[in-house]
């Protein structure tokens, strides 16, 4: 039986669980290549050799239209000065959670619906695809008191998440595993700076994604877990727990963007029971 297995003692988030998979097939450089011809609207991917605390693994950098979502950790001792007027977006490679900033239009779940069924994707991936998101929009739309039709995405950030998301089901497509498993999610702590200003870790959308599956705090500050990165845990692994015996078959090590004590990364383990 071949097992899938992810590492997130250090979170979660779609880019680095596309960059773990990524070095799990026989040509990593085909995914950027795949990526940038499936028919997402505006968006750039870029693959790139990085390093984490000592640790090899790769990065993966979304541009859409040549814009990148950045995010911003807010610590408790920055917490009190006055964030007015700030346009941070939520998290690296997430969506802005309803405001207008920068003249940016919005998207609705059925315009992200349309997108995805109509790339140049297998059925199994826009399936895929389509049930990771619907998990985001039930956690947005229960963190801002909405009904999921309501719910809208900053356009930058949500062509970035579609390309997280369809990336990382594309891998797992083509990796083939008999079951997928996963550690207990790590989340992180302190405050991350929004659209919507200063948010306890986890953030909303991400509390509610994880509320019945396993996690931990961990001991970093910041912002650990993303809500992309929630939703794919939760709508693959069909447990979690340590990392079962196994033969393994090959390990890839997906990079963050932010800098920690520990490796910033999360590990897919491809083995056989």
Known sequence: MKVLYFDCSMGAAGDMIMAALAELVPDKGTVKERLNTIGIPGIKAELRDDEKCGIKGTHVDIFVNGEQEL??????????????????????????RGHDHHGH???????????????DVSGSVKKNALEVYGIIAEAE????????????????????????????????EEIKPDVIKASPISLGTGYVKCAHGILPVPAPATAYIVKDIPTESGDEE??????TGAALIKHFASE???????????????TG?????KPNCVKAVLGEL
């Not at 910041?222 to 809500?227: A, I, N, R, S, Y």
């Not at 979690?240 to 997906?254: A, N, Q």
């Open 71 to 96: 995010t911003e950790d807010c610590y408790k001792k920055e917490c009190h000065h006055d964030h007015e007027g700030d346009h941070e977006h939520c998290h690296n490679h997430d969506y802005d």
């Open 105 to 119: 239009h919005h998207t609705s779940l059925a315009d992200i619906e349309g997108i995805i069924n109509n790339l």
């Open 141 to 172: 739309g229960y963190a801002h008191g909405c009904d999921v039709d309501m719910v809208h995405f900053h356009e930058v950030g949500t062509m970035d998440a579609v390309a997280d998301i369809v990336g990382v089901c594309m891998l797992i």
């Open 222 to 227: 910041g912002e650990l877990c993303t809500p």
């Open 240 to 254: 979690y727990l340590p990392c079962p015996d196994m033969e393994i078959i090959k390990t890839g090590i997906g």
């Open 257 to 261: 963007t932010k800098d920690f004590k």
